[in-house]
T-cell receptor, first 110, second 113 residues
Framework: GENVEQHPSTLSVQEGDSAVIKCTYS??????FPWYKQELGKGPQLIID?????GEKKDQRIAVTLNKTAKHFSLHITETQPEDSAVYFCAANSGYALNFGKGTSLLVTP | DSGVTQTPKHLITATGQRVTLRCSPRSGDLSVYWYQQSLDQGLQFLIQ???????AKGNILERFSAQQFPDLHSELNLSSLELGDSALYFCASSRTSGGETQYFGPGTRLLVL
C-alpha cells in the first residue's frame, strides 16, 4: 500500500526563520497532497493542499511544493511565529484513503 | 471549528470493557473516517464509511467495529479493551467517497485502566 515518509520528526527554529518539512510518497497514482496542523489537545486542521496538476501553491506565509517525478512534496513556512508551534502532518491520497506521515513537531522559539 | 462533532470528549474505562464513540460529520459530507492516534504511531487509519456502507479498511482490530447510520452519523465500537487501546480517536468527514480533503473532529481521548 501507500507509504508516506515525513522528515524531520522534530524541528526547532527561531522566530522569524523559515521552516521546511519534507515528505515522500510511493503511490504514483496519488494526486492530492494536503498538510494538516495539529495543536495540543485538538484535531488536525487542514492548512494547505496541492493537487498534482500544479507544482507550487502559496497562502500567505505557507507554501507547498510538489515534485511528482521524484514523488516528494514539501511544506515551507516563512517568518515563523510562536503560534506556528504544533505538529504538522503531510498526507497523500491512495484510492479512497489519505495516508499520513508520522508528523513533525515544530517548535518556534522567541 | 471544522463542523465535525465527536462525543464524548473523554472516556475512562477498565480493561475488558466495551465503549462506543460517536461522530457527526459536517453537513453535506457523505464519508466518515476513523483514526487512532497514539504517541508513537501517528495517525492510524481504521475504517471509512461512505453513505452508510463500508468503503475502506485500515489497521482496524477485530475487536473494533463501526457503522454509519441513515442520518450519516457514525459510531465506533471498541470491545474487550486493553491497556494499549488508550489513545485519541478521531473522526473525519469528506464530501464524497474519499481521497480528498478530510475535516477532523476534536477527538475522543480514551483511557483504559
Amino acid at each position: 500500500g501507500e507509504n508516506v515518509e515525513q522528515h524531520p520528526s522534530t524541528l526547532s527554529v527561531q522566530e522569524g526563520d523559515s521552516a521546511v518539512i519534507k515528505c515522500t510518497y510511493s503511490d504514483s497514482a496519488s494526486n492530492y497532497f494536503p498538510w494538516y496542523k495539529q495543536e495540543l489537545g485538538k484535531g488536525p486542521q487542514l492548512i494547505i493542499d496541492i493537487r498534482s496538476n500544479v507544482g507550487e501553491k502559496k497562502d500567505q506565509r505557507i507554501a507547498v511544493t510538489l515534485n511528482k517525478t521524484a514523488k516528494h512534496f514539501s511544506l515551507h513556512i516563512t517568518e515563523t511565529q510562536p503560534e506556528d508551534s504544533a505538529v504538522y502532518f503531510c498526507a497523500a491520497n491512495s484510492g479512497y484513503a489519505l495516508n499520513f506521515g508520522k508528523g513533525t513537531s515544530l517548535l518556534v522559539t522567541p | 471549528d471544522s463542523g465535525v462533532t465527536q462525543t464524548p470528549k473523554h472516556l475512562i474505562t477498565a480493561t475488558g470493557q466495551r465503549v462506543t464513540l460517536r461522530c457527526s460529520p459536517r453537513s453535506g459530507d457523505l464519508s466518515v473516517y476513523w483514526y487512532q492516534q497514539s504517541l508513537d504511531q501517528g495517525l492510524q487509519f481504521l475504517i471509512q464509511y461512505y453513505n452508510g456502507e463500508e468503503r475502506a479498511k485500515g489497521n482496524i482490530l477485530e475487536r473494533f467495529s463501526a457503522q454509519q447510520f441513515p442520518d450519516l452519523h457514525s459510531e465506533l465500537n471498541l470491545s474487550s479493551l486493553e491497556l494499549g487501546d488508550s489513545a485519541l480517536y478521531f473522526c473525519a468527514s469528506s464530501r464524497t467517497s474519499g481521497g480528498e480533503t478530510q475535516y477532523f473532529g476534536p477527538g475522543t481521548r480514551l483511557l483504559v485502566l
